[in-house]
């Protein structure tokens, strides 16, 4: 156990449907991440908050977007789903330290399933 | 394409047997890190690497740091049927933000009895 918790386990909706993901940072971790895996991208990171601040952004499409709340927890929202965005979407955590060795804890993931 | 090159794909060998796993990039990375997936969880982080040419040992793991910090190995030594899982190399560019972690595409070890 990561210490990391993401919630739903899985989700299963229709095409232009919206939903969020929610994920909760380990105790003392101020970095949230969000990646997404598919069969045939591998993990690809989404983006990064510190603090409530956005830190880094990967390939993110326009249609989802994230935020960190104020007691650190984060959200994923996707919009308007295409079938293609059916994927494994993990959440990680870290400390947030500027450091090479400032190591990411990957919660268990939600499975989107779009019809 | 991805920006690290996973090689093997898959690996299936025999418990005791030894196998390595390639990681290798045309791209420079400030540190490099290997996970093991299991499915239906998220990767699992097993070593950093940071300074070129650096190797790290965790019991039967070899982890080993190109000096241009371009590539890295994982060796496993007489492997066990625990090893199973999916391998994962993932780097932090240099420049890049340092939580911006790009993946490999994955080396997929099944050991058998």
């Known amino acids: 156990d990561s210490g990391v918790t993401q919630t739903p386990k899985h989700l299963i909706t229709a095409t232009g449907q919206r939903v969020t993901l929610r994920c909760s940072p380990r105790?003392?971790?101020?970095?949230v991440y969000w990646y997404q895996q598919s069969l045939d991208q591998g993990l690809q990171f989404l983006i990064q908050?510190?603090?409530?601040?956005?830190?880094a952004k990967g390939n993110i499409l326009e249609r989802f977007s994230a935020q960190q709340f104020p007691d650190l927890h984060s959200e994923l929202n996707l919009s308007s789903l295409e079938l293609g965005d059916s994927a494994l979407y993990f959440c990680a955590s870290s400390l947030g330290t500027s450091g090479r060795t400032d190591t990411q804890y990957f919660g268990p993931g939600t499975r989107l399933t779009v019809l | 394409t991805q920006l690290l090159e996973q090689s093997p794909q898959f690996l299936s060998i025999q418990e005791g047997e030894n196998l390595t796993v390639y990681c290798n990039s045309s791209?420079?990375?400030?540190?490099l890190q290997w996970y093991r997936q299991e499915p239906g969880e998220g990767p699992v982080l097993l070593v950093t690497?940071?300074?070129?040419?650096e190797v790290k040992k965790l019991k039967r793991l070899t982890f080993q740091f190109g000096d241009a910090r371009k590539d890295s190995s994982l060796h496993i030594t007489a492997a066990q049927t625990g090893d199973t899982g999916l391998y994962l190399c993932a780097g932090a560019i240099k420049g890049d933000s340092w939580g911006k972690l790009q993946f490999g595409a994955g080396t997929q070890v099944v050991v058998t009895p």
């Open positions: 908050y510190y603090n409530g601040e956005e830190r």
């Open positions: 791209s420079v990375f400030s540190s």
């Open positions: 105790s003392g971790d101020l970095s």
């Open positions: 690497v940071v300074t070129g040419g």
